[in-house]
């Protein structure tokens, strides 16, 4: 096999040092093309010294000017904002475009790529919540691949391939459930603590909070729409704490296929890279006869309405999912920064979508990114509100 070249938007995060790992583990068969990441300057620098990118990119100027600084001498471009995104995205070098920035932040980037015909690795789930529409018909007008990296999807698009779909009745994803899933009582309080400490996977925080409230599955149910052109009432969530299985295809005629593996990121990530070859990894493979217990709950929608709430957005259309996404990611903040309860994050989310204006079908990239900065400033004014104190 041929060195095939990533570019990574996001490396200095979960899944960005993870992919990093899969490239030191290929043995000469991945290098890296470009690099992108935010305010962590030093980390990229570092990355950049091993990993020797054509171009590396940073969140704003002053980083990038301590960037150059650090890699001054090595013939390593050095740009920022967002032309640096963009160019790392669309570089001309990449075989693959690693989408791992969190957030509606990686919605442009991802966009780009899409429209350059590059073959995406998609972490980014947001992207597609807020912008499925117009990123899927990118990648078919410029004849890009979408390959999906969130564990279930990428589960998901591997039982898939090759399928005929008339055989298949529905998609399942699994959900871990979160830290607070077997909690006793109310989860009023819940801290940042309790809520980023996830039983079987490690991620970025913002991740980890959504996994928590279960609006992760929200969002990753309305990724599997955009990926697999699926109909929202033929996914199902189940709960499943031990993160073994990620997901399974219920067959017409009663079987059901699942994907099991490690919970370990690198390997639907070496999935998504490799593609379509699978390549010998190094990490612990999956020993049946040690899996003490798999087991399976129905999803508690009265604890956490954040997956109905994901359900009754895409069902609205439109930008409906856009304002979801921002709400949530400001919502989700605010708890991080101790500004708001944990159970409070969703009752944000409902607020925005229940007062804000929602844009009718097939909104074009400009009403989306304007939908989600209104969404922004709803959400921060409903917590501010919920924050004022009380009078008379
Ligand atoms: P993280 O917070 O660990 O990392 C985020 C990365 O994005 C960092 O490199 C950060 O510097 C960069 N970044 C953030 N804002 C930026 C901006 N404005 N411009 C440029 N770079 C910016 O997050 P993560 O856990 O790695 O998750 C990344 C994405 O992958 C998310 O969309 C998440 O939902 C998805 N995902 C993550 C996991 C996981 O195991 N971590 C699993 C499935 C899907
Ligand atoms: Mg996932």
Redesign the pocket.
Known sequence: MEMRRVSI??????????ALDVVRAAGGRLGVAAL?????WR??AAQAREFRPQLV???DDAAARELGRELAGTGIRVAA?AS??EQVATHAAADVVL?????A??IL?TLAAARAGKTIAL?????LVAAGGVITAAVRDAGGLLLP????HNALFQLLSGRDRSEVRRLVLTASGGPSFRRPGGLDDVTPEDALRHPS????????I?SATLM?KG?EVIEAHWLFGVPLERIAVVIHPQSIVHGAIEMTDGALLAHLSPPD?RI?IAAALYHPQRETLPWQHLDLATLDRLEFFPPDHARFPALELAYAAFARGGTAPAVLNAANEVAVQAFLDRRLRFTAITEVVADVLAHGTVDAASPDIDTIMAADAAAREAATAVIRGMQAPRRG
């Open positions: 938007l996001g490396s200095t995060g979960s899944i960005g040092e993870s992108a990441a935010g305010s962590n980390r990229l990119t940073a969140a904002g640096g995104l989408s791992a920035i969190v957030g932040a990686g980037p972490a980014n789930k947001e992207s990296v969130d564990s279930e996977w490690s991620m970025g925080a913002k991740v980890s959504d992760n969002l990121m639907p």
